[in-house]
């Protein structure tokens, strides 16, 4: 089975990306410690030419098995039911990556990215400034170093969701800051401790899991990355409730004015298609897998003059969104 690159921590799957040499003070002991954690003992080691290490990791010892609610679970080679637009994983057409030119991890291992003292750092910011309060679900609540636009659909059971990203490469104002392209699914109520977020691909219940894939059916490979139990969650064990896509952007504010962390291509939707960021094909899926357009989607935007977002929907891409901005601007102070 071809697998993607993938970093884990415990109990969930998370991204973290590159940055620069960050200066470490009280973290010190904290950091060694979730290092420690992050980085299992590798049967093999890539280096690859942008500078990361990937370890090869025995598949039972990865970091996600350090959760006791996974004792003794399992392990889901691949889905039982997979979305209609997808296709079902072959072998001809692997994903390739930067680090794959140097070696492969051998069979029965899986490719993890080690985690260096930048991105525990970043992972701690990140928690402290999203984390912090009980609810999680920033959309609904007032964050001054969380900004946000989204698109949005809820009020039915929705079984996954799908998009068509358009990836650049933001500009951050510092090493603590974040810029972020996803798609978050809910299940619970808004403003309620009860409520559960991952950004996921579509529910298995055969196998009672939360999938993530990549690929699509016009490139002509699919690959299924990882999963979620369901015995992780409460009210998103069977369903969700709701789903976003859209942009976010964690920083701090520098001497009271806004951050210059981009979101997106750092333009603003209304520039169109080559200029601004977007998602296209934006989807959910129902209980029999189906993919769906969207209905009723609304959208939101906490600080407009310095991200925005629009709506849209043609034949050829379906419901999409153009969206993002520079930050701080002469309207944007």
Known sequence: MSRSLCTLSKGMM???????????TSHDVKVKKQLSQFNKTPLKFIKSKDGDVIDCVDISQQPAFDDPLLKNHNIKMRPNNYPESAFVEANNKPITQLWQLNGRCPTGTIPIRRTKK?????????????????NYNFHKTSQDNVEYVIAAVEGESYHGAKASINVWEPQVENHNAVSSSQLWIYGGPYKSSNLNIIEAGWHDPSHDVWWLGFGSRTNGYWTTIGYWPSSLFTTLAN???????????VSSESDGQQTTTQMGS????????????YMRNLQVM??????????????????PNCYNITLGKTNGWGDFIFYGGPGRNPNCP
């Open 14 to 24: 998370i991204a973290l990306c590159n940055a620069s040499k960050l200066s470490v």
């Open 118 to 134: 930048e991105d525990v750092l970043r992972a701690i910011s990140i928690k402290s400034n999203i984390g912090k309060k009980q």
């Open 239 to 249: 369903n969700a409730s709701a789903i976003e896509w859209g942009g976010l952007v």
């Open 266 to 277: 750092g333009h603003f939707p209304e520039e169109g298609f080559s200029r601004a960021s």
């Open 286 to 303: 129902d209980e029999s897998f189906n993919s769906r357009p969207l209905s009723n989607p609304s959208t939101n935007a906490n600080q």
